[in-house]
């Protein structure tokens, strides 16, 4: 006995268990305009919303391209911020580099830094250390600590050579910026020339998340290069000046 073939259609849940999510995206991605002539089905459709009331599907769409207009907007505020905070930052490195060039002495390169950083508005509190070293002569105001104790408190920044931005204990904050307990995050930047860590720059900053570990720290090693140079000229001429002169027989 022969087999009937069956001529019945599939069902609609046959057909559609056929039919996969990413083909039905593809089409409609490739016929964008599939709905225009499809008006019964668009108003059909309806999709769950999160105050559990059920919306069109032309609700939704509206709802997706507001959402994605404001985050649009919320990245070009941030790369507004961004270049607002680089202009700043260009703004007084420029003028640091033309008042460090003016400087006639260690105390005064020390000073001066210290002032122009303490003028951004991004900068809390600054504070410069020296390493000490033979025939350095400053101020009592500047501060100098030995090259071993450095290495013992900021030993990634001194090992690495690299600024180290984020936060800091109570007890580290206090000895960097005595007397400013209101520092949350901090930027450590090493002065540097020619490879060699000559002292310690670093700044604060009210808010817990300014100085982060995601932050560009281009312009602060610039600068720690900057005033490490500066430093280092400054350094020589002393150490000429203070050398005794040869006597003729």
Do not use: W
Request: contains cysteine; proline residues 4%.
């Amino acid at each position: 006995m022969s087999k009937q073939v069956s001529t019945a259609k599939p069902t609609a849940s046959e057909a559609t268990s056929t039919l996969a999510a990413e083909d039905v995206v593809a089409y409609l991605r490739e016929n964008p305009d599939f709905f225009l002539e499809q008006e019964d089905l668009l108003a059909d459709l309806l999709l769950p919303h999160e105050s559990g009331k059920a919306i069109s599907l032309l609700e939704r769409q509206v709802t997706i391209l507001r959402e994605r207009g404001i985050e649009a907007r919320q990245k070009l505020n941030n790369l507004l911020e961004n270049a607002r905070n680089n202009d700043q930052l260009f703004d007084t490195t420029r003028n640091l580099v033309l008042a460090l060039l003016r400087a006639r002495d260690v105390t005064e390169i020390v000073e001066v830094a210290m002032d122009q950083l303490s003028n951004h508005a991004n900068i809390d509190a600054c504070e410069i250390i020296l390493l000490d070293q033979p025939e350095l002569n400053v101020a009592p105001s500047i501060r100098v600590e030995p090259l071993s104790k450095m290495k013992q408190e900021y030993a990634d920044v001194i090992r690495l050579k690299r600024t180290h931005c984020g936060s800091l204990d109570s007890a580290q904050i206090n000895a960097l910026f005595p007397g400013n307990c209101k520092i949350k995050s901090t930027a450590l930047c090493p002065v540097i020339n020619n490879s060699e860590v000559l002292a310690l720059l670093a700044l604060g900053n009210q808010q817990e998340n300014y100085f982060n570990i995601h932050l560009d720290t281009l312009f602060l090693d610039f600068i720690g290069h900057v005033v490490g140079a500066v430093l280092e000229r400054q350094l020589l001429t002393d150490s000429t000046d203070a050398a005794p002169v040869a006597q003729d027989a």
